[in-house]
Every structure is written in structure tokens, then in C-alpha cells.
């Protein structure tokens, strides 16, 4: 099976005369207002987009590796939910999956991988090209 790993940030960068930094994570994301969750998606995407190999995958799973800036307790998923959101659109827009939803994608997989020595966090993201059986859909 084919297989590639990205590095990407845990947070972006804001702002046309002073930077600011915003973390992605569903604590802070859910008490932002939609057109600056808007501006951050659209800058992950800036930011993943070269990193992307334009390959096609029919169905993948997603394994996130994260590694955290400092040893403050943080929830794994309130981190990686949100960068998930955001790279799994981007991985849609690069045509690297047709959709993100359970027809093509049905694993996703958190892990802590440890600590920055940097101090700014970042986040291994590995998407294994899978082949799962069709689910039928009970709708249908």
C-alpha cells in the first residue's frame, strides 16, 4: 500500500500588519466566530497544500503523531480534531480523496509522539492508502 507523511504546524499565523498566532485546537476554536475559523482554514490549506503529493486514493486512513511545544497537559483530541478538520478538506481539495466522509476514509488514529524540542509543536500526519469493503448504506 502507498503511503506519505506530511509535518505540519499546530497552529497559524494571522494578520496583514501584526501576526497572530492561533492554536488549533476545539477549546479555543469553538469560541471563535465563523469568518476567523474561515481564515484559518484557508491558510492551513496554504500551508499544506505544497506538502501534498497529487497522488489518488480511493480510500485512506490517517494517523496523526503529535508532538506538543511543552509538557502543560493537554486532551490529544481537542488538538487533533481540529487539525484533522482542516487537513482532511485540504486533502479533498488536493483531489487526494474524492471526500472525507466513511466511504473513503474509516480510520483515523491520535497518538502522542512526545515533545518539540523546538518548542512549537508540530504534527506528523500519515495517510496509508486502505482498501476496505463497501459499506452498504442503510439509506439506500
Known amino acids: 500500500m502507498r503511503e506519505f507523511t506530511v509535518r505540519m ?3 497559524v499565523e494571522l494578520g496583514k500588519v501584526k ?3 492561533y492554536y488549533l485546537n476545539l477549546n479555543i476554536f469553538r469560541l471563535q466566530v465563523g469568518h476567523l475559523i474561515n481564515n484559518i482554514k484557508k491558510e492551513y490549506h496554504r500551508i499544506a497544500e505544497p506538502l ?4 489518488k486514493y480511493k480510500q485512506a486512513s490517517l494517523e496523526y503523531k503529535l ?5 502543560l497537559g493537554r486532551d490529544i483530541s481537542n488538538v487533533c480534531s481540529v ?9 479533498v481539495k488536493c483531489d487526494v480523496l474524492e471526500d472525507d466522509n466513511y466511504h473513503f476514509l474509516r480510520k483515523v488514529t ?7 524540542e523546538n518548542k512549537k509543536g508540530y504534527v506528523d500526519i500519515t495517510v496509508k492508502e486502505e482498501k476496505y469493503a463497501t459499506i452498504k448504506d442503510p439509506w439506500e
Open 9 to 11: 504546524p499546530i497552529h
Open 19 to 21: 501576526k497572530r498566532k
Open 52 to 55: 501534498i503529493p497529487k497522488v
Open 67 to 71: 508532538y506538543l511545544p511543552s509538557r
Open 83 to 91: 487539525i484533522d478538520k482542516n487537513f482532511c478538506d485540504s486533502l
Open 110 to 116: 491520535y497518538i502522542l509522539g512526545g515533545y518539540d
